[in-house]
């Protein structure tokens, strides 16, 4: 009955599926970016163009959402939720940005499997925002949530163990500077993504 009373001018919920379509698209790139070994001028520009568009999709979600007197959800939660989709893209978009400025010539086996591991919660995201829409599929969404933090215990170990090796076999100071930053920024993109589920759930308690 309540949703009879939302606005019909703009969907909440159409946008943040954009937002998330542009998350998991950072997401793809990202993998084939780490995979691949390095990051071209035209790959560099489309992780650019990702953000942009994510950004104009967070911005809109945030105009509407103060122009709004009745929302799906609770309003904190709603803005909460635009950005942190947006600082996911944004955080995506940095470490691509480093291995340039770095001259990171390549990859290693563990900034691989972060991306193999962002790319898994990024999906998990969009399935759980999808879902967010009737609220009809509560127990998928509690699972998808789950999966994120799955997925950020994860990343923790795989940091964990990606600076032990660093510490142990790069002599260079400055090379252990360098990664430490792109593991550190790979395992905040998690923490974002966690931190997002966490808003998901919140909006489950106040609205099931």
């Not at 709603?78 to 947006?86: P, V």
């Not at 340039?100 to 399935?127: A, H, M, P, Q, R």
Request: aromatic share 8%.
């Amino acid at each position: 009955m309540f949703r009879k009373f939302l606005p019909q001018d703009y969907n909440f919920f159409e946008f943040f599926e954009k937002e998330v379509e542009y998350v998991v698209e950072a997401a793809k790139l990202f993998n084939e970016i780490v995979n691949k070994g390095e990051a071209d001028i035209e790959t560099r520009e489309k992780m650019r163009d990702i953000e942009h568009e994510g950004d104009k999709i967070a911005y809109s979600i945030i105009d509407h959402l103060n122009k709004t007197f009745i929302t799906p959800f609770d309003r904190e939660d709603i803005h909460e939720l635009a950005k942190k989709l947006d600082d996911v893209n944004d955080m995506l978009n940095t470490i691509v940005s480093r291995l340039k400025i770095y001259k990171i010539k390549k990859v290693d086996s563990y900034l691989v499997e972060f991306g193999k591991i962002i790319l898994n919660s990024t999906n998990s995201l969009k399935c759980a925002i999808k879902n967010l829409r009737n609220l009809k599929n509560t127990s998928e969404i509690i699972s998808s949530c789950l999966d994120m933090n799955r997925s950020e215990s994860e990343a923790d170990k795989l940091r964990d163990r990606a600076l032990e090796n660093l510490l142990e076999k790069e002599k260079d100071p400055i090379e252990v500077i360098k990664w430490k930053e792109i593991y550190q920024d790979a395992e905040t993109v998690l923490d974002i993504c966690k931190a997002s589920a966490h808003v998901i759930e919140s909006i489950l308690v106040k609205q099931v």
